[in-house]
């Protein structure tokens, strides 16, 4: 993570920047290739929140997700209390392309809000959902 906020021109070791990491959800497990792109989401949008925070960065970023056999998964993420910088007028960038990307592959949705912090809701509804319990029957 450290080096691939350096390429934003950001150092998450530099003095002043505090960022609160909260994850909530239930013990589940995904195919590697799932992982794979939950993961790639998930580093766009914290990427998206750095990048766009005005100095020194501070705040909280929290993911909830839900997921179950046959119900697919849904992810929420919040960025709270973070400082924006103005907005440049850019329609959308090449992060959230990129994540619109992923979630059309997978055919899921994507549903955004920003108001003074940033919303996201993803729902990818065909992801395989596999619980420690259900494995350990089989």
């Excluded at 959800?25 to 590697?32: H, R, V």
């Excluded at 290739?33 to 914290?46: F, H, I, P, Q, T």
């Excluded at 970023?61 to 850019?90: H, I, N, W």
């Excluded at 619109?100 to 003074?116: A, E, H, M, W």
Aim: net charge positive; hydrophobic share 35%.
């Amino acid at each position: 993570l450290l080096d691939v906020t350096r390429g934003y021109g950001l150092d998450l070791r530099e003095p002043g920047r505090m960022i609160n990491l909260q994850v909530e959800g239930p013990d589940i497990q995904l195919s590697q290739k799932d992982a794979s792109y939950l993961g790639l989401v998930c580093n766009e949008l914290l990427m998206n929140t750095l990048k766009h925070s005005r100095e020194p960065v501070r705040g909280t970023v929290r993911l909830d997700y839900e997921g179950a056999p046959g119900q697919g998964f849904r992810l929420v993420y919040q960025d709270l209390g973070f400082a924006k910088k103005p907005s440049s007028g850019q329609k959308s960038g090449f992060g959230t392309q990129f994540i619109k990307d992923i979630v059309r592959f997978n055919k899921g949705s994507l549903n955004t809000r920003i108001n003074q912090d940033f919303w996201a809701e993803i729902t990818l509804p065909q992801m395989k959902i596999h619980t420690p319990a259900a494995q350990e029957k089989q």
